[in-house]
């Protein structure tokens, strides 16, 4: 069962950058489209970004144009930098399959404020 860790999360001032790392344990090759989660408090879990195995991306409007997600097959790594953060990106965020999700990892906070 691949596990997947992510981090690079943190406190950051609205108009701030942050780059997102997420490892897994396994091939991400073999998993396929991969994709960048978010849980903000009180709401539900959901799709921020999506990249299949060679590298075609897809956005939720809301981040469109401010993130921008990535992977390294050789290192089982997908990434997120996000800029132009805003408060409302404030959640906890995650990466999983896009399809047939695995268990869920712990997740990276990261808090949007002044």
């Known amino acids: 069962q691949v596990q997947f860790v992510e981090s690079g999360g943190g406190l950051v001032q609205p108009g701030g950058s942050l780059r997102l790392s997420c490892a897994a344990s396994g091939s991400i090759l073999s998993i396929g489209t991969m994709g960048w989660y978010r849980q903000a408090p009180g709401k539900q879990r959901e799709l921020v970004a999506d990249?299949?195995?060679?590298?075609?991306?897809k956005y939720a409007d809301f981040v469109k144009g401010r993130f921008t997600i990535s992977r390294d097959n050789a290192k089982n790594t997908v990434y997120l930098q996000m800029n132009s953060l805003k408060p409302e990106d404030t959640a906890v965020y995650y990466c999983?399959?896009?399809?047939?999700?695995?268990?869920w990892g712990q997740g990276t906070q990261v808090t949007v404020s002044s």
């Open positions: 999983n399959a896009k399809w047939a999700r695995r268990a």
């Open positions: 990249i299949t195995s060679g590298g075609s991306t």
